[in-house]
């Protein structure tokens, strides 16, 4: 049984909870810390001129909300929301933290993931802690 785990969650449908959730249930030890972590994209300088001032903030509180809603039947859920890149910032956070496991999701490769890896895989490849990765 685990005792600090970070579960990040894609919000993109309604089915990426549920499976890394399904499986904290299975692992983490009673009491144990339950960090989830969701991690929007930087928008891209050339974007972001176009779009409204406030937009990043805007899409930060909505991405907790989700979150927050997601998680809400999960005791001692705690949310993050972070900017950046998925992998990297799923591994800084997991060290900061000091956890003992990641769950994480992933979905079926694609063309584009043989080439440049999907975030779980490089949450694989780079986690000084055990990974679970479910589907």
Not at 31 to 37: P, Q, V
Request: with cysteine; proline share 5%.
């Amino acid at each position: 049984m685990y005792e600090n785990i970070l579960i990040p969650l894609a919000l993109a449908t309604e089915d990426d909870s549920v499976a890394p959730i399904e499986a904290l249930r299975m692992l983490a030890a009673p009491g144990a810390r339950l960090t989830f972590l969701h991690v929007v994209e930087d928008i891209p300088p050339r974007v972001a001129g176009y779009l409204p001032q406030d937009y990043a903030a805007e899409v930060h509180r909505d991405r907790l909300a989700e979150l927050a809603r997601r998680v809400a039947d999960v005791e001692g859920a705690q949310i993050e929301v972070a900017e950046g890149n998925a992998g990297a910032r799923i591994l800084e956070r997991a060290e900061k933290l000091g956890v003992d496991c990641i769950v994480i999701a992933s979905h079926r490769p694609g063309l584009r993931d043989w080439f440049l890896g999907s975030t779980a895989a490089r949450v694989v490849r780079h986690a000084k802690c055990s990974v679970l990765v479910v589907r």
